[in-house]
Nanobody, 128 residues
Framework: QVQLVESGGGLVQAGGSLRLSCVASSARTFSRLPMAWFRQTPGAEREFVAAIKWDKGTAYATNSVKGRFTVSRDNGKKAAYLQMNSLEPEDTGVYYC????????????????????WGQGTQVTVSS
């Protein structure tokens, strides 16, 4: 069982930056886990934001955040990060960290159903 705890959310003005952190506890093999970030707004499904694989640390991001958001990981700290720059009001939502016990193929990384473990979420609010 892997427990994920996010932190770093908050209120920021448009154009500002935030850095989200996700720490995995009880994860002996964190370095083998894919890590992903999703976000959700009321009434909507969880939307893929970014993911980073376990092997070479290859990163992926949805088109709307490319060039603004960067996903990274520190296997020694059992942590994943989402650096968010040039934030827009449309980025507002609850951000969730997720991981999978398996070894999902690249094409499945953007789907919430791929992931077994989820954090509790952290609120990000971007004001205009």
């Amino acid at each position: 069982q892997v427990q994920l705890v996010e932190s770093g959310g908050g209120l920021v003005q448009a154009g500002g930056s935030l850095r989200l952190s996700c720490v995995a506890s009880s994860a002996r093999t964190f370095s083998r886990l894919p890590m992903a970030w999703f976000r959700q707004t009321p009434g909507a499904e969880r939307e893929f934001v970014a993911a980073i694989k376990w092997d070479k640390g290859t990163a992926y991001a949805t088109n709307s955040v490319k060039g603004r958001f960067t996903v990274s990981r520190d296997n020694g700290k059992k942590a994943a990060y989402l650096q968010m720059n040039s934030l827009e009001p449309e980025d507002t939502g609850v951000y969730y960290c997720a991981s999978s016990s398996g070894s999902p193929i690249t094409s499945s990384l953007a789907y919430a159903s791929t992931y077994d473990y989820w954090g509790q979420g952290t609120q990000v609010t971007v004001s205009s």
